[in-house]
């Protein structure tokens, strides 16, 4: 009789969630997120498969066609559904392979920012002392001065590119990454489990990469999914001022940069690229915050 008890409140027990179902239950309940999330995929599906999505290639021109209004309007055509630009390029043809140059730049400016970053702020917050302070003072003067000011000091500098871009705006965004990872450090290095790797004969290295790291990394990737959207915002300011990626390369703000002075008489080629940085944009930070809704155990209901 109490076996049988005993069989039958073990099969009652329950039975813990798997951490990626647990976390895909937390990030569904935003739908916000989940609308990003649907955003950034499409996006990059575009880009990947931009070649045979594209109607027309981006920088073929047609003298037949400057200007030609989108596909629902009085003398557009559906083989340029959202019309030409002034010498006869296919918008959406470069659009679509603009989201590749964007997110490109996004990707790689928060790769070498993350990798960067993560590293200073390992080295600052586990030695301490003088290394931190010229570290942290050195962040600190970064962001005392705006974001995108600095960035196009540095593009001065170096000269206009779409390269000396995206190296201008990792350094920009670099501030945030080695602060996160400092103060993530500093918090874990107090931890039972670092102090046990400690006496066990850990050396410094195993205890930052092995031990301190892999705990630091759910504010880090919350922050490079917000980081992404800061990356595309910036490199196409950059290209609007002609200080990013250069003609005739279909980046969305040199698309912008363009097409001003075209605004009054054909709308389309200032709405169009405007509007695909306004969304990508949008989705990335929706996405980062179901992330942080996600991986932070306080903000979890």
């Known amino acids: 009789m109490s076996t049988a008890i005993l069989k039958t409140h073990v099969s009652e027990a329950p039975v813990p969630a798997h951490p990626l179902r647990e ?11 989940v609308m990003g999330l649907v955003i950034v995929v499409t996006v990059l599906l575009v880009a990947l498969f931009a070649p045979w999505l594209a109607p027309h290639a981006p920088n073929v021109t047609d003298s037949a066609v400057f200007l030609k209004p989108p596909a629902w309007q009085t003398g557009g055509s559906w083989s340029y559904p959202l019309g030409t630009d002034a010498i006869g390029r296919d918008i ?3 659009l679509m392979y603009g989201a590749r140059l964007s997110l490109v730049i996004g990707l790689a400016v928060v790769a070498i920012s993350v990798v960067v970053g993560t590293v200073l702020g390992l080295l600052a917050g586990f030695f301490r002392g003088i290394f931190e302070i010229a570290i942290m003072r050195l962040m600190d003067i970064i962001l005392t001065l705006p974001s995108l000011l600095l960035a196009i000091v540095i593009v ?3 000269g206009p590119g779409l390269m000396n871009a995206m190296l201008a705006v990792a350094i920009v965004v670099l501030p945030h990454y080695v602060r996160i990872t400092r103060a993530a450090v500093i918090a874990e290095t ?4 670092v102090t046990a790797a400690r006496m066990s004969g850990a050396g410094r290295l195993r205890l930052m990469f092995s031990e301190i790291l892999p705990n630091c990394t759910a504010p880090l990737i919350v922050q490079a999914s917000l980081g992404v959207s800061t990356a595309i915002l910036d490199a196409a300011a950059l290209g609007f001022l002609g200080l990013g990626a250069q003609p005739p390369s279909p980046e969305w703000g040199t698309m912008l940069a363009d097409a001003r002075e075209f605004v009054l008489r054909a709308w389309w080629v200032v709405t169009f690229p405007g509007l695909a940085i306004l969304i990508t944009v949008l989705a990335f930070n ?7 809704d996600a991986f932070d155990p306080k903000l979890k209901r």
């Open 23 to 33: 976390f895909w239950s937390y990030f569904s309940a935003n739908r916000g997120a």
């Open 92 to 94: 959406l043809s470069r």
């Open 156 to 158: 001065a500098i170096l």
């Open 190 to 193: 107090s931890r039972d489990y």
């Open 286 to 292: 929706l996405l980062g915050d179901g992330l942080r």
